[in-house]
């Protein structure tokens, strides 16, 4: 299986800030690459698909890039809606792998 | 609008065999693949299982292949996931979730449905 790890696992930052969220990925996945948001409670949501598509509603702060084994999640200006945990997911291989998230919380 | 209602989740003894379902309602069912993702407790997501729209091809992660059999009633715009021989560490919230159309992204979620394996 492919395994996707993230970096940081934890991330602390503030309102304004920019932010990137790092994904590696085992081995070439191209560009077959998403990313999740889940909030507390809720279940997740897709901010951006192969690697670069906006998700339709999903503000423009968001952008992804990458491809091949790294990738990348930019968050250009948080915002207090922002604060959540993250998971990057390949399409490439089944099974589609999921990494281990990353929490973004408030300063 | 897209909706996706799971249901069957519950208390369940080790080794027991309950079923989810997934109502969806908002689009052709037909047209898209499915699939059930878990997260136990306090951890990530697991990607679990996929079913093909139409002829129903499948296919599953390491830790379920065998236990769990995912299937579709297209008639009914339901999703299925038959679970087997449960374990302790098959804890968690299964959600499950449809397609977008570019392929494979997952684009709806349901709220998701407790599993807990506990004797």
């Known amino acids: 299986d492919i395994q996707l790890t993230q970096s940081p696992s934890f991330l602390s930052a503030s309102v304004g800030d920019r932010v990137t969220i790092t994904c590696r990925a085992s081995?070439?996945?191209?560009?077959?690459l998403a990313w999740y948001q889940q909030k507390p409670g809720k279940a997740p949501k897709l901010l951006i698909y192969?690697?670069?598509t906006l998700q339709s509603g999903v503000p423009s702060r968001f952008s992804g890039s990458g491809s091949g084994t790294e990738f990348t999640l930019t968050i250009s200006s948080l915002q207090p809606e922002d604060f959540a945990t993250y998971y990057c997911?390949?399409?490439?291989?089944?099974?589609?792998?999921f990494g281990q998230g990353t929490k973004l919380e408030i300063k | 609008e897209v909706q996706l209602v799971e249901s069957g989740g519950a208390l369940v003894q080790p080794g027991g065999s309950p079923r989810l379902s997934c109502a969806a309602s908002?689009?052709?069912?037909?047209?898209?693949?499915m699939y059930w993702v878990r997260q136990a407790p306090g951890k990530g997501l697991e990607w679990l299982s996929y079913?093909?729209?139409?002829?129903?091809?499948?296919y599953y992660a390491d830790s379920v292949r065998g236990r769990f059999t995912i299937s579709r009633d297209n008639s009914r715009n339901t999703l299925y996931l038959q679970m087997n021989s449960l374990r302790a560490e098959d804890t968690a919230v299964y959600y499950c979730?449809?397609?977008?159309?570019?392929?494979?992204?997952?684009?709806?979620w349901g709220q998701g449905t407790l599993v807990t394996v506990s004797s």
């Open positions: 979730a449809k397609e977008n159309s570019y392929g494979g992204y997952l684009d709806y």
């Open positions: 908002g689009f052709t069912f037909s047209n898209y693949a």
């Open positions: 079913i093909s729209g139409g002829v129903g091809s499948t």
């Open positions: 081995q070439d996945i191209s560009t077959y």
């Open positions: 192969a690697t670069s």
């Open positions: 997911q390949q399409l490439n291989t089944y099974p589609h792998t």
